[in-house]
Antibody
Framework: QLLLQESGPGLVRPSETLSLTCTVS??????????WDWIRQPPGKGLEWIGS???????YYNPSLKSRVTISVDTSNNQFSLNLTAVTAADTALYYC????????????WGQGALVTVSS | DIQMTQSPSSVSASVGDRVTITCRAS??????LAWYQQKPGKAPKVLIY???SLLSGVPSRFSGSGSGTDFTLTISSLQPEDFATYFC?????????FGGGTKVEIK
């Protein structure tokens, strides 16, 4: 059974960088066809796709966040990470990591979510 | 970006009712649409992909239809465990986008 687990600070100061890591267990992050994504959900609101990474390091970002987002993969530790720079209160959200089983496929595995609050 | 518009935003229904949720894409997405169920405090769970394919293990009372721009999720006979929020997602092109959600509440 594949498990995804987000980790990182729950509180980030405005203008600083939000950093989260997703650790994958029960399977290899280097499996072909799988894509590894970050999605966020502000409290009480809908879902926003942040971006996606393939095990080769290829990335795809939401244009609305592209100037501030970096997603990277660490195959040796079976992890992938999110960095979001210059955060504001609007970046306060539950951040999920998730996996798809292929191109244009939905998310079949999710982490439990990491609440990140942006506040001074 | 492809905008996904869900309706209604909420629906009150009773156990045994038939519930229909609609999702409209701002441009054609063929059948690249998924439906998710989310319960409070939990991550979303995929129910249907490619508009009509039921994920293994999902009860057959859930069904999806549509292609192009108009899609429907139907729950044929609502069960107590189905009270939740439902989201559609287009997987046709980046950026991936979701509908605003439909909350199915107890009447």
């Amino acid at each position: 059974q594949l498990l995804l687990q987000e980790s990182g600070p729950g509180l980030v100061r405005p203008s600083e960088t939000l950093s989260l890591t997703c650790t994958v267990s029960g399977g290899s992050i280097s499996s072909r066809s799988y894509y590894w994504d970050w999605i966020r959900q502000p409290p009480g609101k809908g879902l926003e796709w942040i971006g996606s990474v393939y095990y080769t390091g290829n990335t795809y970002y939401n244009p609305s966040l592209k100037s501030r987002v970096t997603i990277s993969v660490d195959t040796s530790n079976n992890q992938f990470s999110l960095n979001l720079t210059a955060v504001t209160a609007a970046d306060t959200a539950l951040y999920y990591c998730a996996k798809t089983w292929g191109w244009r496929r939905p998310y079949d595995y999710w982490g439990q979510g990491a609440l990140v609050t942006v506040s001074s | 970006d492809i905008q996904m518009t869900q309706s209604p935003s909420s629906v009150s229904a009773s156990v045994g009712d038939r519930v229909t949720i609609t999702c409209r894409a701002s441009q054609g997405i063929s059948s690249w649409l998924a439906w998710y169920q989310q319960k409070p405090g939990k991550a979303p769970k995929v129910l249907i992909y490619t508009a009509t394919s039921l994920l293994s293990g999902v009860p057959s009372r859930f069904s999806g239809s549509g292609s192009g721009t108009d899609f429907t999720l139907t729950i044929s006979s609502l069960q107590p465990e189905d009270f939740a929020t439902y989201f559609c997602q287009q997987t046709d092109s980046f950026p991936l986008t979701f509908g605003g959600g439909t909350k199915v509440e107890i009447k």
